[in-house]
């Protein structure tokens, strides 16, 4: 796991670690004038509401465009980012340029629409999150209520009292909450129920396991979808699904009074500017709309 090597900064010599170690230090290198060399650019996803069809929200990710090695997925190198120190410089650019660009699409005459962004448990921890969201709001004219911030389950796990502060704060500013990839983690309920959010983002893992490969329903996937739809509810929280690539599934969870659904089935992540074409119309396909 990279995220292993950086922290005490040496690893017993292997002849097959040469190569990877090399392949390594020049990404660190390379992602640690990054934001500098303006090498990231902001994808958005849709989500839809269920019942109206149209655009409720955006989720920003982020997208590396390295020099050489081409588009590097988040998924390597923000742990890398994490590993080295980096990850709080990343997270503010995201922040700073997801504002810009919602403010943009008010300015542009488009309906107002609520933007994402994820902030890892590390950025969260190290800065403090509500004055740079305030001056990201501020910088940009962005109201706050236009703005969601994602945040994973290992958030709420540590210094649970100063952590549910935190939020408050943020959404004493106007700021929604929301709670991402949520059942992989290890929150308890007695802390999410402490927590103030808005939001739970149903893993894209449960959304694959509502139906089996031959399209029947698959009885224990189903019911810890339905399950965390209710618990949702039962605590007065939005649910989302991720990771929607099915008629069937969107069906599922609008039937199951699922609130909103992102993924494949609607739109991958796009550039701010196609992303133009998606507002003001229905993005559900026509047979979830039915029935
Ligand atoms: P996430 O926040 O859970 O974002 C959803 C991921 O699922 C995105 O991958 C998205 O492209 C992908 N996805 C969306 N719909 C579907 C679908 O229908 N099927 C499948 N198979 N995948 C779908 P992406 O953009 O590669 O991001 C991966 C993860 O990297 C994110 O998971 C998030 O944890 C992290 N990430 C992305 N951008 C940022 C960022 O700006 N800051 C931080 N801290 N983390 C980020
Ligand atoms: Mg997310
Ligand atoms: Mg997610
Ligand atoms: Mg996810």
């Known amino acids: 796991r990279a995220k292993d090597l ?16 090399f392949e390594r230090l020049a990404m660190e290198a390379a992602l640690r004038h ?11 996803q849709v989500k839809v509401d269920l019942v109206s069809g149209r655009m ?17 997925p988040p998924a390597e190198f923000i742990p890398l980012a994490e590993s080295m120190g980096v990850i709080s410089d990343i997270g503010e650019w995201v922040l700073r340029e997801a504002c810009r660009q919602c403010q943009q699409w ?15 448990a590390l950025q969260f921890h190290e800065t403090d999150i509500p004055a740079v969201v305030g001056r990201a709001l501020r910088d940009s004219g962005l109201p706050p209520h236009l703005l969601e911030l994602e945040l994973t389950e290992s958030v709420l796990m540590q210094r649970v009292d100063e952590v549910a502060g935190v ?34 983002k149903i ?17 224990e996937g189903a019911s810890i979808v339905s399950t965390i739809i209710t618990l949702a509810h ?3 929280l939005k649910a989302i699904a991720e990771g929607v690539e099915t008629v069937a599934q969107a069906l599922f969870l609008r039937q199951r009074g699922c609130d909103e659904v992102q993924g494949f089935l609607i739109s991958r992540p796009v550039s701010g500017e196609d992303l133009i074409s998606l507002f003001d119309r229905n993005l559900l396909p026509d047979a979830v709309g039915e029935e």
């Open 56 to 72: 409720s929200g955006v989720e920003a990710l982020v997208r590396w465009h390295h020099p050489e090695a081409g588009l590097v």
């Open 167 to 200: 939020l408050r704060d943020l959404r004493a500013m106007g700021v929604r909450i929301s709670i991402d990839d949520f059942g992989t983690g290890y929150s308890s309920l007695s802390y999410l129920k402490r927590m103030p959010i808005d939001a739970l």
């Open 234 to 236: 039962n605590l007065r």
């Open 203 to 219: 893993d894209r893992s449960f959304v694959n396991d509502i139906f089996s490969d031959d399209g029947q329903v698959a009885e």
């Open 106 to 120: 008010r300015d542009l005459g488009l309906p107002p629409v609520r933007v994402a962004v994820n902030v890892s």
């Open 6 to 21: 950086g922290r005490n900064g040496f690893q017993l010599y292997s002849p097959t670690m040469n190569a990877r170690s």
């Open 34 to 44: 990054a934001v500098r060399r303006n090498e990231f650019r902001l994808a958005y």
